[in-house]
């Protein structure tokens, strides 16, 4: 057996629970607002790991191994004890109204698919969910947590990291159709280039495909021409529908690349040298329910990177 480390053990126990449940990835992946071929991945990762099979895989049905089987039994048996454990703490107490701030971007692709989920674990608590753009002047008395896209410093306020982010060039499949090919930064002469002018607060719509280059060593893109958006969304639906190449970040993405939709046509992932970040003031975690939500949304970020590391 190799080496497990407590993240992934904890991360890929929760998939297989899951799976063993439903003896279906598609449906394992519903309950878990994920793409089927994650779950897929974790499965298989676990499998490597432990060292043998756990799911026989006959066409589209699954069956349990032997030792699928042994397994299942204790992780069910854990899933039910955590589900009890959390029912007994929504009784105790864990209720009330929750604000949450979050930029638009993150809000949309990342957190949005994921509140059924939290709403489901706390009943009780009332969600008022804000979307502003990222501030480095954020104010502790407007919201209970905030998540933000910023070098993660807030004069006043305590912060703890979700994810340290990172960008590549993305586009549509049927983009290349018919063009020159795009294996490298320097055939993006032949393609329009999409900008999304809130990345980089306060400065120019083009700034974040300059970082990019210049990160990478790359000259001689001229990067003042393409089409501006305001909100990265609609930078990435944009490039769904094949009007250029754009600059995604790797944890509000995945589910295009799963599905296809978009691929990185060249080049590597490298740090935007920003974090998001839960930003709060101090004393908000002695809070039940503000605490809950903030364990849960650090177990979630834990999940995503495991699955997309």
């Not at 799976?19 to 994650?38: I, K, M, Q, Y």
Request: overall charge neutral; proline content about 4%; hydrophobic content about 40%.
């Amino acid at each position: 057996m190799r080496k497990i480390t407590t993240s992934q053990v904890h991360a890929h126990l929760q998939v297989f629970a899951c799976a063993a449940r439903h003896l279906s990835f598609t449906r394992c992946a519903e309950e878990l607002n994920v793409t089927p071929g994650a779950i897929s991945q974790q499965i298989k990762q676990l499998e490597e790991n432990l060292g043998f099979s756990l799911f026989h895989r006959a066409g589209r049905g699954l069956q349990l191994t032997a030792q699928g089987q042994r397994l299942a039994l204790v992780a069910n048996e854990i899933h039910e004890r955590v589900m009890e454990e959390l029912r007994d703490l929504n009784s105790a107490g864990i209720s009330g109204v929750f604000r949450l701030r979050c930029i638009p971007s993150f809000l949309n692709k990342w957190l949005m698919p994921r509140l059924p989920a939290l709403a489901k674990a706390f009943p009780n608590i009332e969600l008022r969910i804000n979307a502003e753009d990222s501030s480095d002047s954020l104010r502790g008395e407007e919201f209970d947590l905030a998540i933000d896209l910023n070098d993660g410093s807030y004069a006043g306020l305590l912060t703890t990291v979700l994810f340290e982010e990172q960008i590549f060039p993305v586009c549509s499949p049927a983009l290349l159709s018919g063009r020159p090919p795009l294996s490298d930064a320097s055939q993006l002469v032949h393609y329009p280039l999409l900008h999304d002018v809130t990345a980089w607060r306060g400065s120019y719509e083009y700034a974040e495909w300059e970082f990019y280059l210049k990160e990478t060593g790359v000259k001689g893109i001229d990067v003042r021409r393409g089409h501006c958006f305001n909100r990265n969304y609609m930078t990435i639906e944009a490039a769904k529908m094949g009007m250029g190449v754009a600059i995604a970040r790797k944890f509000l993405i995945q589910k295009e690349l799963d599905e296809g939709t978009l691929i990185i046509p060249f080049g590597e992932l490298i740090s935007a040298r920003k974090r998001y970040v839960i930003a709060y003031s101090d004393g908000t975690l002695n809070n039940p329910a503000k605490r809950a939500i903030f364990d849960w949304l650090i177990e979630q970020a834990e999940l995503s990177q495991s699955q997309y590391t």
